[in-house]
């Protein structure tokens, strides 16, 4: 999930000694401040469906995006037919569950009153311990957003385009069902250069993330199948108030659909992690998903409407709407709706209730032993044996071979001391490049100049009761993160992989 799905987001800078925190240097990346909550500030939150309908905050014009291919012009690697065969000729033994079940940490009931004790604090400021932590990194959680991609591959076969849309919508909402399991914890933040791969023979995609940028901190990551490509941009702020955690999302993802060309794009919503003091944590995703066809008019609006003390039965509920507009017909009536929740189920009223998703269960002893991993998610980690062929071809950057994180999926208390080396010798490498007048140079992704009008829509949640007048599209379309790069894939990692040679990588560990 993204990044920033449930959980602390990335932080960065110089640490400090800390209220109920050893002293500690720490080097992850990011912004996070811990803000009191203002005095008299109300924390009631009116449900949106008493307050609007979707239709209300449509923007009432679409910008549509430039074609712009998810890769550089000049992208040169290897077929995704050959990965996909050395994949299989060198296969990971599948790895449902973690070697090691996870371990009630006395540190994890401390960890909240860490958060209490620093109220006011910047917790990019702060090194905070392993046991806040799942064993994944931040690139490895954006690979698990392709576990449905299912959903993609009947997008590309469609010929409709309204269903066509329905499914790419749907696939946008899949990537947050997890975190209905996993709200206490937040992945590893990747060191600068840190890499992940993830070849799945049986879905048939190849996926590769770089963490491109420590400040501000963006992972990018790119995925092929035989019928679509992902682009994911990511990136978040974090802020404490007192009693929720909010994570509010920056970057973009573009979905290409190779019969078609067509690229579809949409920014994540808001995600809070609630009741942080009470040890009942529950997280919630909340505000408005437009995601765009840059070929034409179709869109799709997609309201997670946040959750209200008064009406609790609408917590996680989803209202979404699918716009194809024709010749003559009218612009502002939906041709498809999408109905339910995105922890249980997502149905289509248009065609029979028909169940265009739904999410995996997960049993009580997988998240309280398996921090809650689907098997997908538990096989992210997992290496080829010492010595077999495929070892060679992971890169000695992959996350898969950072030793904090391997020894906090194994239960080793040393995780922590070994996390604070990583983060130090990471700020010794930054200093050394800064004495140097010298600029990090990301390997696999470039970051490319798009036209400057080109903004996806984006439009705000209301918060207030009370009627709402729609909104002048130019205010509704701010794109969360620079509207004018976007990082492409240099298609140089694939055949690296095949030849097991990486060429000077830096040493991350």
């Known amino acids: 999930m993204a990044d920033a799905d449930a959980g602390i987001g990335p932080g960065g800078g110089e640490p400090e000694a800390a209220a109920g925190v050893p002293a500690a240097r720490a080097d992850s990346v990011g912004s996070i401040t811990l803000e009191p909550e203002a005095a008299g500030e109300s924390t009631e939150v009116s449900p949106v469906n008493e307050l609007i309908s979707p239709d209300a905050v449509r923007p009432t014009s679409v910008t549509r995006l430039a074609p712009l291919s998810l890769s550089v012009d000049d992208c040169d690697d290897i077929p995704l037919a050959e ?15 973690l070697p090691v079940k996870k371990k009630q940490n006395p540190k994890d009931a ?29 690139l490895q959680r954006q690979c698990e ?36 399991f996993r709200s206490g914890r937040k992945p590893f933040n990747p ?22 940028s420590h400040h501000p901190p963006i992972a990018a990551a790119f995925a092929q199948s035989p ?41 994540k919503v808001t995600t809070s992690v609630e009741d942080l003091m009470s040890g009942s ?58 109905k339910g929740k995105w922890n249980t189920q997502l149905v289509c009223p248009e065609l029979g209730n028909k169940v265009i998703y739904t999410a995996p269960t997960v049993t009580p002893d997988r998240v309280s032993e398996q921090y809650g991993f689907s098997p997908f998610a538990c096989q992210l980690n997992a290496l080829p044996a ?23 999926e194994r239960a080793d208390e040393e995780a922590d001391a070994k996390k604070l080396q990583l983060e130090e010798m990471q700020r010794e490498r930054r200093g050394k490049m800064e004495a140097a007048g010298m600029q990090w140079v990301p390997r696999y992704f470039k970051q490319t100049e798009i036209d400057s009008q080109v903004i996806p829509v984006s439009p705000r949640s209301p918060r207030k009761k009370g009627s709402i007048k729609k909104k002048d599209p130019k205010e509704l ?33």
């Open 83 to 97: 990965t996909l065969a050395q994949a299989a000729a060198h296969p990971i033994p599948p790895r449902p569950e």
């Open 110 to 138: 401390s960890i909240w009153g860490i958060l209490k004790k620093n109220m006011g604090k910047n917790l990019s400021k702060i090194s905070m311990p392993v046991a806040i932590n799942e064993p994944l990194s931040v």
């Open 145 to 180: 957003d392709l576990e449905h991609c299912a959903l993609l591959d009947q997008a590309a076969d469609e010929v409709d385009p309204a269903r066509q849309l329905l499914f790419i919508a749907a696939f946008a909402i899949s990537g947050y069902s997890n975190s209905f």
């Open 191 to 212: 060191l600068l250069g840190e890499t992940f791969d993830f070849v799945d023979t049986e879905r048939k995609f190849r996926f590769v993330a770089e963490q491109v």
């Open 227 to 267: 019928k679509w490509e992902v682009l994911q941009e990511s990136g978040a702020e974090t802020k404490f108030r007192g009693t929720c955690l909010k994570i509010k999302p920056s970057g973009r993802i573009r979905v290409r659909l190779l019969r078609t060309d067509s690229v579809f794009e949409w920014c």
């Open 281 to 338: 944590k529950w997280c919630d995703h909340y505000g408005t998903m437009v995601i765009t066809n840059d070929h034409t008019k179709n869109h799709a609006v997609i309201t997670f409407v946040e959750s209200s003390v008064f009406k609790k039965e609408k917590r996680r509920d989803i209202m979404g709407q699918v716009f194809c507009p024709t010749p003559g017909a009218a612009e502002d009536r939906p041709q498809l709706t999408l």
């Open 386 to 408: 010492e010595g077999a062929e495929g070892r060679k071809a992971v890169a000695p950057t992959d996350s898969r071979l950072r030793p904090d994180q391997r020894m906090h």
């Open 477 to 509: 379309a701010s794109h969360k993160g620079d509207p004018t790069t976007s990082w492409r894939f240099l298609g140089n990692y694939w055949a690296s992989k095949a030849k097991g040679d990486f060429g000077d990588t830096p040493t991350l560990w």
